[in-house]
């Protein structure tokens, strides 16, 4: 896969070699370095900048000890070391996850019911931890769960980056991943956008594509941000799949945040009941109580609840001395969640310090929650301890559950989410996007010693307004590759390509990745003499043989698809010089992993 930039060059650090390049993220580059004592690899995780000044200092050193803090636990990748490297900029030295992530896994082949249940629920003790700690993590996806050594799921990427600057922080986003709040202006974010969020990544492991993304239609972001916002859910198309699991998916993606599970942990009560239906082992739920560390194993089950691992699961104030991964600085980069209910997340959906959920009075909730909220000192207890094969790979010590404890979950409110979803037709996958909303660093900003920054999604939204202009004759263009908003130069443009998660360069990460159809780069209009027509060009890295396929895009219109095994494409302009297309190389009929990349030529 052909990154949209070049990788930066490794920097030097003191005790550890560089071995090579893992992947390039929208701010950041992963290699793998050998720590010299002890021998191990490490991912190392480095800035595209140097800080520029000290707060931006402080606010990374915050965030990393926040997040050493979280990495402890089992389904959070673990964070070694943060420093400033030789050449000045902030890296992170974490475990090395050398399997693949599940953003490719769920892709290249099937994953069983029970695995995708499994994960989740071990993901979903990693975010609800993440949210007692005060911290939304707000970019779940499957692409940022990792598989360790010994194949556990542990989840990455909380946003160190979003200790930037302001502007990072604003909101940068997964558009397949996000919910329909997101895409309001200014994007809203609470517990909810996590628990859609990680419904929709569930919800992508079983049906081998993201929730709103049609097979054989066009799947981009405008066509995603539309579906999720208005359209209702479909089926993941699994005959193995049952009703109540479906429920669970549409509850945890209800349009109406309200309607969604209150906390993380709530869906993964739902996901360990649909475990206990399906006569699956039920998957452990790993917390912290409010003293801060793992209640120990007694003998009395906890028929409440089920393989959660944790007895008195309390309301935990971040702020107080027990919370796990205090934050060193509330008014920290990172995203704070309110405290002081017995539901700590529920409580928090509702108090987002950014900008609360707006919930409508009129709307019930309508997830029943557990029976009692959660107390202190609640004295149940886990009774053996079980191994749990597969992903977990550890013992882990689920109580005997019941099958009343946890509520089912009940029909979501949201017109669009009831059963009797459209089911889309098995047909040919086009990949969609992992991360949309970033800006595609260009090598002059690259040079100037700024902030990396994600786009906020309005302004995306924004940017495809902007295109349904240009089919009507106006003269902006932007270049949307797949959900990368680009203004275009006045006579040329180029559109590069995301660098998604799991589809790496060279290294040891990637040998399983080689059959992966790069996306073509570079991608540029020219208008040709007479102006009637434009030629466009691009690189592609492929193999012999590979093809490629473009069409024109309009706003809310596609052209014919026309192949091509040349680099270029003479496509007529619109009215006012103005068109745009879109690339997509193919190899024996599987098409670029990244979809298409695309391009539009200005008009004057
Ligand atoms: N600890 C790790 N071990 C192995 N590979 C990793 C590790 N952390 C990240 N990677 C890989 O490195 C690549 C870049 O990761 P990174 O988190 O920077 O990018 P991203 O998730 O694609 O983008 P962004 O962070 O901008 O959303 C990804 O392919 C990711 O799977």
């Not at 940022?144 to 990455?156: K, Q, S």
């Not at 942990?265 to 998957?283: C, K, M, N, P, S």
């Not at 349904?468 to 990368?484: D, F, W």
């Not at 895009?553 to 103005?578: C, F, L, M, N, Y």
Request: hydrophobic share 40%; glycine share 8%.
């Amino acid at each position: 896969m052909s990154p949209r930039r070049n990788p930066t060059a490794p920097p030097a650090i003191p005790g550890f070699e560089h071995v090579s390049l893992i992947g390039s993220g929208g701010f950041s580059d992963v290699f793998l370095y050998e720590q010299k004592r002890p021998r191990r690899r490490v991912a190392i995780k480095v800035l595209l900048h140097e800080w520029a000044n000290a707060q931006q200092r402080a606010a990374f050193d915050a965030e990393a000890d926040l997040m050493a803090r979280l990495s402890t636990h089992p389904s959070i990748v673990t964070i070694y070391e943060a420093d400033i490297a030789s050449d000045g900029r902030p890296y992170l030295a974490m475990e090395y996850c050398s399997r693949p992530s599940l953003g490719t896994r769920y892709r290249t082949e099937r994953l069983g019911v029970a695995e995708c249940l499994r994960v989740v629920v071990q993901i979903a003790g990693a975010v609800e931890t993440a949210h007692r700690a005060g911290i939304l993590h707000r970019d779940i996806k499957p692409a940022n769960i990792l598989g360790t050594d010994y194949g556990h799921p542990v989840l990455t990427d909380f946003g160190i980056s979003s200790t930037l600057d302001d502007v990072a922080r604003a909101e940068g986003l997964s558009i397949p991943w996000s919910p329909p709040e997101s895409f309001a202006d200014p994007p809203v974010a609470g517990v909810g956008t996590d628990v859609w969020a990680l419904g929709a990544t569930l919800y992508s492991f079983l049906a081998g594509r993201s929730p709103f993304e049609v097979p054989g239609a066009s799947n981009g972001s405008a066509d995603l941000v539309q579906r999720i916002c208005a359209q209702p859910l479909a089926h993941t198309g699994r005959s193995d799949v049952p009703a109540s699991l479906e429920l669970v998916l549409a509850t945890s993606m209800a349009k109406d945040p309200a309607a969604r599970y209150p906390s993380v942990l709530d869906f993964a009560r739902a996901l360990q009941q649909v475990q206990i239906e399906l006569a699956h082992g039920v998957t452990p739920i790993d917390l912290l109580d409010d003293s801060g560390v793992v209640v120990a194993d007694d003998d009395e089950p906890d028929d409440d609840e089920p393989g959660t691992r944790l007895r008195g699961v309390v309301s935990i104030d971040p702020a107080g001395p027990g919370a796990p991964g205090k934050p060193r600085d509330a008014a920290g980069p990172v995203e704070r969640l309110g405290t002081g209910s017995a539901w700590p997340a529920a409580a928090a959906a509702q108090q987002s310090p950014v900008t609360p959920v707006r919930r409508d009075p009129g709307v019930p909730p309508v997830f029943v929650p557990a029976p009692e909220p959660v107390r202190p000192a609640a004295a149940s207890s886990q009774p053996v301890a079980v191994v749990d094969p597969g992903w977990t790979g550890g013992v882990s010590a689920p109580s005997a559950p019941s099958a009343t404890a946890t509520p089912a979950p009940v029909a979501p409110r949201w017109a669009g989410d009831v059963p009797g979803m459209p089911t889309p037709q098995a047909s040919p996958l086009e990949p969609v996007e992992d991360t949309l909303l970033r800006d595609a660093p260009t090598e002059a900003e690259d040079a100037v010693e700024e902030a990396p920054r994600k786009r906020p999604v309005w302004q995306t939204v924004a940017a495809v307004v902007a295109l349904v202009a240009l089919a009507g004759g106006g003269a902006t263009a932007y270049a949307l590759t797949r959900g990368h908003a680009q203004k275009a130069d006045a006579q040329e443009t180029t559109s590069t390509r995301e660098h998604p998660a799991g589809t790496e360069d060279d290294g040891p990460a990637n040998d399983n990745l080689s059959d992966l159809v790069p996306t073509v780069t570079n991608l540029k209009g020219k208008a040709d003499k007479g102006g009637k027509t434009a030629t466009f060009t691009w690189d592609y890295q492929g193999k012999d043989g590979d093809t490629f396929m473009w069409r024109v895009v309009e706003a809310i219109h596609k052209g014919k698809q026309q192949p091509t095994s040349r680099r270029k494409a003479v496509a007529p302009v619109g009215t006012g010089g103005d068109v745009c297309i879109e690339v997509l190389a193919v190899r024996d009929g599987k098409q670029s992993a990244d979809g298409p990349a695309a391009a539009c030529l200005k008009g004057d």
